[in-house]
């Protein structure tokens, strides 16, 4: 996932935080929700560290960035944690979102349940297709991209999801902008011009796959000599030696 950043004013009120900081508190709050749920009251920095993948010492300068160093020899308490990672990230405020291009990707996140107990909800459905409007998902009907604007509006929608093809993604991204909308999550394989101000992520699977065929790629070139099986039974020569 990639961040394009149109505005990099930082409110005096507001934590500085670094990106890097900020794409970690969500996996810190998810393995926070799964120790409440275990019954735990106290987490130490390696016990959280590791629920979460991350190493404890970046997640103690992550912590610090908030004002959170935990207890000696007890811990971070937890549920007070959730609350100091949920007010920065914004989501004790239930966020909006709308998706725009109902095809396969877009019937896939419409169909989500994860969504609203991480504080979001799918209030709108849109698509350009007649063929598309009208159809119900869940509670929801798809609505044509030229109601944009008037539901954006009533349902006081915060968050666009592009999940149009390339062509589209633009078009959608500036109607979205028009509407009011200031944060995008895009789908499309492609950049988008935003005014500053707005904030545009963009998920591409493609790109994380291709990182994890560089690192297939390397392993392939820096891996140790395979030993190969002697026929007496004892390790014998290494392949490719
Ligand atoms: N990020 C990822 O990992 C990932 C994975 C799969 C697909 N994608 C991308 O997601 C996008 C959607 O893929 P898909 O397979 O669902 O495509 P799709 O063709 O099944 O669906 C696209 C939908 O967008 C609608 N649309 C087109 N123009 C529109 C407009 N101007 N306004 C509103 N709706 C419009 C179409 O009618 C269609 O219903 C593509 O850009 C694809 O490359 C990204």
Known sequence: MSQQRTDSSASPAFPDLPEATVARLPEYLRALH??????????SSEGLAAAAGVNSAKLRKDLSHLG??????VGYDVALLITQIEAVLGLS??????????GNLGHALAGYGGFASRGFSVAALFDAERAQVGERIGDLVVRHIDELAEVVAAEGISIGVITTPVHAAQHVADRLVAAGVTSILNFAPCVLAVPPGVDVRKVDLAVEMQILSFHEHRKALTALPVPRPAPNGRAGEAIGT
């Open 34 to 43: 799964t120790l409440a749920e275990q019954g735990h009251d106290t987490v």
């Open 68 to 73: 959170s160093y935990g207890t000696r020899g």
């Open 93 to 102: 405020q239930h966020r909006t979102v709308a998706l725009v291009g109902i």
